[in-house]
């Protein structure tokens, strides 16, 4: 059956770059192993806190687009899908900034309060901190990749998302090589952090050759609103946090993030963030009907 063809032919690229995903991880762990008692878990309990936020939102949203983009494509309406995936990365985007300078502020006081408490000491909170800045600050590129590879897939291409997926692996390699030797776990954290974001370069870049103009000066426009927003709540957070450090351990953690939620969300809506009305709505509606 043509069909049958057809589907084996666009998932076989994909299978070779799910397994290069795994390869990254088995090489994490490689290097990890050299670096001493600690490495594994600090590096370890960092990632499943990021897990948490690229879980609930960015997979969601791109689950969410790729209906519509193979739609678009399958009919040859270029100018929907591009409106439809710009959109997509503006929601994406906007949830996925804060998170990433919440994560990066204030990695250890969050760490502190979930993890910190029976054999879990201060020195586990600092390293595992330590690495959550570097992965946890990388978020808005995974979720803009997550973004742009089913962009790819709506128009029949499965090959260029697994050549990026290869060279990032040689990026990751490289910068592992290089950085861990002086920064220990941190420095793989750096590395994930630093091939995350090549990978999403190259994939732009493949994008845009491949479908044309992306709707970037949209795009870049309400990026940078969610990045002034989010820089003003994350100056807000690390500033009381550090006020209230001495009092209990876990407080600077609970209240940095509530003063971070806040400010975000009134510094958002003061510089005109389209996207927290759409994302706010859902939640409106929810609180209505009870």
Known sequence: DPHVREMLKRILPMTFGLGVYYVDLVLSRRFLSELGEGAQSWFGWASRLC????????????????????????????????????????????????????????????????????????????????????????????????????????????????????????????????????????????????????????LIVGLRLRIGALHGGEILGSAARVVAASGIAGAASWALARLLVGGPRWLPGIAGSLVFSVVFVVAAWGLGARELAEVGAPLKRRLRRR
Not at 109 to 121: M, N
């Open 51 to 202: 897990d948490l936020p690229q879980g609930i939102f960015v997979m969601a949203i791109s689950s969410a687009t790729l209906p519509s983009l193979a739609t678009f494509a399958a009919k040859g309406e270029m100018d929907e899908l591009k409106k439809t995936w710009s959109h997509g990365m503006r929601l994406a985007l906007f949830v996925a900034i804060p998170c990433s300078v919440a994560l990066a502020v204030l990695g250890e006081p969050l760490v502190v309060l979930l993890f910190e408490r029976g054999h879990f000491d201060p020195q586990s909170s600092y390293q595992t901190g330590r690495a959550l800045m570097w992965q946890g600050g990388a978020i808005f590129t995974v979720a803009a990749t997550r973004q742009i590879v089913p962009a790819f897939y709506a128009v029949g291409d499965s090959r260029t998302p697994v050549i990026v997926s290869a060279l990032d692996l040689l990026v990751f390699i490289g910068l592992a090589l290089g950085l861990k030797g002086t920064y220990g776990h941190v420095g793989i954290s750096i590395a994930i952090a630093g091939s995350s974001a090549a990978q999403m370069l190259m």
